[in-house]
């Protein structure tokens, strides 16, 4: 455990150092391989491990998508990057977490006050532009996370820059065990009033954990309203989570 903890600390020591000296000169391809490279680090270090059903060479097209995916936890975003960096949709109290707050804030996070109509209005004008702009952006549309049993109704705020800038949206699922398939790792879910540290210490006892990951099609926005597109991505990752 006092291992785990050191490694990580070493890891975020590390985030820093690239921040602040070598994004400021970085293309944002070599950015993106920054950022990819950390989270497959930080995976490792704390001992979870992937697997990807069936093959995510999809997920490495250099297309521009809107990615989505059930919520569990604060993992999915490391699991997500891991596989193919993205610029990120994260509620705003993100900002306030310990290290993690600083580092989504200069990686490009767009942040959005889900009280606020007014900012999540700038949430979907945020996304439209990095779309534009050629980045992937990943996004969790039930807007909360849960245990990982089920996947809560799809926003569909989220779905209209996808539509807006015409790209297709990519459906992830994500269900996380403590080694045996069968058992789902309920200490890797963010639910509750469990802080950001508490979780970490909790993720971090945990011996063994795999996220096992489910890719669906990618869906087009042709013909579809932001309502539309919502309940097809819904129900892509419903079918994938309960096929793993």
Request: with cysteine; glycine share 4%; charged share 20%.
């Given at each position: 455990m006092l291992i785990k903890y050191l490694r990580l600390l070493a890891a975020f020591a590390h985030a820093f150092l690239i921040l602040w000296?070598?994004?400021p000169r970085a293309t944002?391809?070599?950015?993106?391989?920054?950022?990819?490279?950390?989270?497959?680090?930080?995976?490792?270090?704390m001992?979870?491990?992937?697997?990807?059903?069936?093959?995510?060479?999809?997920?490495?097209?250099?297309?521009?998508?809107?990615?989505?995916?059930?919520?569990?936890?604060?993992?999915?975003?490391?699991?997500?990057?891991?596989?193919?960096?993205c610029v990120f949709i994260a509620k705003s109290e993100v900002r306030r977490w310990p290290l993690v707050g600083r580092m989504a804030k200069a990686c490009g996070v767009v942040f959005v006050d889900r009280n606020s109509s007014s900012a999540t209005r700038k949430m979907v004008d945020d996304v439209a532009s990095a779309l534009h702009h050629g980045y992937c952006v990943a996004g969790f549309p039930e807007g909360t996370s849960s245990e990982g049993h089920d996947v809560g109704l799809?926003?569909?705020?989220?779905?209209?820059?996808?539509?807006?800038?015409?790209?297709?949206?990519?459906?992830?699922?994500?269900?996380?065990?403590?080694?045996?398939?069968?058992?789902?790792?309920?200490?890797?879910?963010?639910?509750?009033?469990?802080?950001?540290?508490?979780?970490?210490h909790q993720v971090l006892e945990i011996p063994r954990m795999t996220v096992y990951v489910k890719i669906g099609k990618t869906l087009s926005p042709?013909?579809?309203?932001?309502?539309?597109?919502?309940?097809?991505s819904h129900r892509s990752v419903l079918n994938q989570l309960q096929a793993l």
């Open positions: 000296f070598k994004f944002r391809e070599r950015k993106l391989a920054y950022i990819q490279a950390w989270s497959t680090h930080v995976l490792k270090v001992g979870v491990r992937l697997n990807i059903a069936p093959s995510f060479t999809s997920i490495w097209s250099k297309e521009t998508r809107l990615i989505v995916a059930n919520h569990v936890s604060w993992i999915d975003v490391l699991v997500i990057q891991a596989l193919h960096p799809f926003h569909a705020n989220l779905f209209e820059a996808a539509i807006h800038r015409d790209v297709e949206v990519l459906p992830l699922a994500l269900r996380y065990t403590d080694g045996d398939k069968s058992n789902l790792c309920l200490k890797a879910a963010f639910v509750g009033d469990v802080g950001f540290i508490e979780s970490l042709h013909g579809h309203s932001r309502r539309t597109l919502a309940h097809l």
